[in-house]
């Protein structure tokens, strides 16, 4: 039976051209520059947006700590694991974030997921935007509460899934984030903040797993850039921070409930102290002046490669081709989709990019909608103008080859 049954999908996955498979990547000084199978690229799919992960302080906090406090916690933080860098980063994060209380876990996908898994009861209804990360999506679906997808980006719909009547003893939680991971646009948290308020029992939880270390004053996030404050904030450590780990950010009450309840954190290992130091070294250089430095070069590049992106497009559409061309969305955030369409054509560009030097992954249904598939292009600021004039001309050449013929 086991063999049968997963023999069969893996079949299926690899008739539908999904087959998903692992590289060994290799960084060697910097995450701009990596190592496949003894090739050299240029990286254009890090998440590493400042280039935080090989920060000499980042290292030199690491190696500081790990000298004085060993490399692990030893525990759940119910038990030993809850060390004084821990709670530290948890003050330092509250206080930097403007919130009463942060909670660190492991990870944004344990964090959003043990958010839902607490926070939902039978009748409790999760009104999400539709494009929310998979790990807050697959915790709704599996949860006790009622799940509703309002449209991307989208207050009307939100609305009327606001209006839809509450069972009693019912809650709402609203679920968006600041910056889309496969889109790059931020949500209209404004908007969305201003709806959510005049409902009773309803609770605002915006991921901003994308915008925390790169938007806002200091680098505070998309909540700060927009003026809001959502009743629980996740921010995770594997993008901006070039680390991992995520904290949720939220009241003294709301911590108290997840210190008692909340099994991901219960009964899991605390990260290390070495982390935790890594990570608070982490936020008083996303919040200095380096950090303003990076975030300003990390916007050049962005608005350099936008603008000849879309000059090169333009130069294609003059072209003749009856073929529906690719194009760029609409985003100022590191994270710059380029919409191919197809999963082959798709598959195909990303390959020739690769011959000359370039990574960039394809990304595809079922993780995008049909006839979406993209290059997932991020921007750093550790990517010099050079390095984006490499990836313009050989995404030129692949263009031309791929929609010109
Ligand atoms: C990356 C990501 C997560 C998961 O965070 P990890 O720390 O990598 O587990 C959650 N939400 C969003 C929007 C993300 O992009």
Redesign the pocket.
Known sequence: MWHTRINTALKEQKKRDRYRQQSVCTTNSSSVSIQVDQNHYFNFSS?DYLGLAHHPQMIASAVDSAKALGVGSGGSPHVTGYSASLSGLEAKLASWLGYEAAIV????????QAVIKLMIEQNDLMIADRL?????LEAAVFSKGRLFRFKHNDCQSLKSYLDKPLPENAGRLVIT?????MDGDHAPLKEIKALTDQYDHTLLMI????GIGIFGEGGRGSCDLYGIKPDIL?V????AFGC???ALLLSEELKAYFIQFSKPLIYSTAISPMQAAILDRGIDLIASKEGDQKRAKLKENITYFRAKVESLLQEVAQKDSNMTLPYLLASQSPIQPLIIGSDQAALEISKKLRDNGIWVSAIRPPTVPPNTARLRITITAEHSLIMIDTLILALQNAIYEQFLG
């Open positions: 998440n876990y492991p990870s944004g996908f344990t964090a959003n929310s990360h998979a790990s807050l984030e600041g910056v889309f991971s991921d901003d797993a994308h996740v995770t450590f594997g993008k991992s780990g995520a």
